[in-house]
């Protein structure tokens, strides 16, 4: 008797662990990602816009590699890259207004928009950041 009730002790402990491990599982699913000190993870995309900021194409942030007429590509903090699409309606800002003739391969950027199903982003706004340290003598390369 006493080793059935030791038998049905460990099936329903066993039983309690499981359960208690798939309902973590799912709650730390549903949770969004923990932000490094700046601020955004190390894809270089603040996780906060991408569920939902400015229709869910959130932050993109990084350098501007390449350009062409209606977009460029921005190579990210942990150096992947996006394509980012733009029209004459998006936004250039840096510290006074700016246009797309602005934007320079070299030049450091913070991108919101809408995200695309391929991954690249179409533009509702690019902000010029200012470039830090050795950064700031270098010279941009190409421009509009």
Do not use: C, H
């Not at 996006?82 to 936004?91: A, H, L």
């Not at 470039?131 to 003598?137: N, P, R, S, V």
Request: hydrophobic share 35%; charged share 15%.
């Amino acid at each position: 008797m006493k080793n059935k009730k030791m038998v049905w002790l460990i099936v329903a402990f066993v039983v309690v662990a499981v359960v208690s491990f798939y309902a973590g599982s799912k709650y730390a699913g549903t949770k969004k990602p923990v932000f490094t000190q700046n601020g955004f993870n190390q894809s270089g995309t603040n996780t906060v816009g991408q569920r939902g900021m400015r229709g869910g194409g959130g932050l993109t942030s990084g350098e501007i590699l390449s350009m062409d007429a209606q977009s460029i590509t921005v190579k990210l903090r942990d150096g992947g890259s996006r394509i980012v699409f733009y029209t004459d309606k998006t936004s250039v800002s840096k510290m006074v207004s700016g246009t797309i003739k602005d934007l320079s391969v070299g030049t450091q950027v913070n991108i919101t928009g809408t995200s695309n199903a391929d991954g690249s982003v179409n533009a509702d706004s690019v902000q010029i950041r200012p470039a830090l340290g050795a950064q700031a003598t270098s010279t941009p390369k190409t421009s509009l």
